[in-house]
């Protein structure tokens, strides 16, 4: 949807069809240059990157607790879920088969589709507003730096809160070893799909605005619904509760909005910072009166 949506918003309106004020109008260039290096952004990325797979492909038995901090019960076996996660658990599939159908989704589409359809989406703004292809190779990198920042850091606080997730919550005691995944039975908060879709969409959509690209406003329009839908569908699956789903909402636009404009705002801004950072006056005095001299 993304990228069919910027594909039509970026087709070309041909010039001889505009007046001859517009066509120079037209033009002008207005896709800003951005702060980037890619030796400090590569290394970032790539570190970042490393650890955040190393934990969920290697390390993850050994880091994951065995079981649940965060249970929501109370020392006598009773439920102490909260009022609104027991209000939005109501959404989670009935059957495990169910909730399997959810969860496979919600990785077709959190891992799958909306990464193509943002980074695609990404491409046809940047080609249509005459961004050079650097642009968008730096676009890509910052996106995705965005994303394994945010989730390297929602992978160490799930390690460390241990929440049992949903489904695990519902099962009794001696049967919840015997889950698909036990290792996975209590990283619940926050989650983790939801937090990398908002942030994939986030840092496209501040990506396109500090760039200044023509209908940049499609990311956000068709890229937050499509990124709440991820949320929903791992509530559907029972593997996150209505908190760990808003909390990773926000935790992901965080970083998505934070990483761009923190290390990657506007050149013509940032050589105005660096510039004045070097100014200085100097003062010196002697039989024939006193001198300032300095550098702006």
């Given at each position: 949807?993304?990228?069919?949506?910027s594909?039509?918003?970026?087709?070309?309106?041909?010039?001889?069809?505009?007046?001859?004020?517009?066509?120079?109008?037209?033009?002008?260039?207005?896709?800003?240059?951005?702060?980037?290096?890619?030796?400090?952004?590569?290394?970032?990325?790539?570190?970042?990157?490393?650890?955040?797979?190393?934990?969920?492909?290697?390390?993850?038995?050994d880091l994951?607790?065995?079981?649940?901090?965060?249970?929501?019960?109370?020392?006598?076996?009773?439920?102490?879920?909260?009022?609104?996660?027991?209000?939005?658990?109501?959404?989670?599939?009935?059957?495990?088969?169910?909730?399997?159908?959810?969860?496979?989704?919600?990785?077709?589409?959190?891992?799958g589709?909306?990464?193509?359809?943002?980074?695609?989406?990404?491409?046809?703004?940047?080609?249509?507003?005459?961004?050079?292809?650097?642009?968008?190779?730096?676009?890509?990198?910052?996106?995705?730096?965005?994303?394994?920042?945010?989730?390297?850091?929602?992978?160490?606080?799930?390690?460390?809160?241990?929440?049992?997730?949903?489904?695990?919550?519902?099962?009794?005691?001696d049967?919840?070893?015997?889950?698909?995944?036990?290792?996975?039975?209590?990283?619940?908060?926050?989650?983790?799909?939801t937090?990398?879709?908002?942030?994939?969409?986030?840092?496209?959509?501040?990506?396109?605005?500090?760039?200044?690209?023509?209908?940049?406003?499609?990311?956000?329009?068709?890229?937050?619904?499509?990124?709440?839908?991820?949320?929903?569908?791992?509530?559907?699956?029972?593997?996150?509760?209505?908190?760990?789903?808003?909390?990773?909402?926000?935790?992901?636009?965080?970083?998505?909005?934070?990483?761009?404009?923190?290390?990657?705002?506007?050149?013509?801004?940032?050589?105005?910072?660096?510039?004045?950072?070097?100014?200085?006056?100097?003062?010196?005095?002697?039989l024939?009166g006193?001198?300032?001299?300095?550098?702006?």
């Amino acid at each position: 949807m993304l990228a069919l949506a910027s594909l039509a918003a970026s087709s070309p309106v041909p010039t001889e069809a505009l007046p001859s004020a517009a066509r120079q109008g037209s033009d002008a260039p207005t896709v800003q240059a951005l702060d980037f290096n890619w030796t400090r952004d590569g290394a970032i990325t790539g570190v970042a990157g490393l650890l955040w797979i190393g934990s969920e492909a290697v390390f993850k038995k050994d880091l994951a607790p065995k079981t649940c901090r965060w249970c929501d019960r109370s020392a006598d076996g009773t439920d102490t879920l909260n009022a609104v996660d027991r209000w939005g658990r109501g959404v989670m599939a009935d059957t495990a088969e169910g909730r399997e159908t959810w969860d496979l989704w919600s990785n077709i589409g959190g891992f799958g589709v909306l990464p193509v359809g943002v980074l695609g989406a990404q491409y046809l703004l940047a080609s249509g507003s005459g961004a050079p292809l650097r642009y968008y190779a730096q676009d890509t990198t910052i996106i995705v730096e965005s994303v394994v920042v945010a989730s390297l850091v929602n992978q160490l606080v799930k390690f460390s809160v241990g929440r049992e997730r949903p489904f695990v919550h519902l099962l009794p005691e001696d049967q919840k070893g015997l889950t698909r995944h036990p290792t996975d039975n209590n990283l619940s908060f926050y989650s983790g799909h939801t937090n990398m879709a908002f942030a994939l969409v986030t840092a496209a959509g501040t990506v396109s605005e500090l760039r200044g690209y023509k209908h940049r406003w499609l990311i956000w329009a068709v890229g937050l619904p499509a990124a709440a839908s991820v949320g929903l569908l791992r509530m559907g699956a029972g593997r996150h509760y209505l908190t760990d789903v808003l909390v990773g909402a926000a935790a992901g636009t965080l970083f998505g909005v934070g990483m761009p404009l923190l290390l990657h705002g506007r050149q013509e801004e940032s050589q105005a910072q660096s510039r004045a950072a070097r100014m200085s006056m100097n003062v010196s005095g002697g039989l024939g009166g006193v001198m300032f001299s300095g550098q702006f």
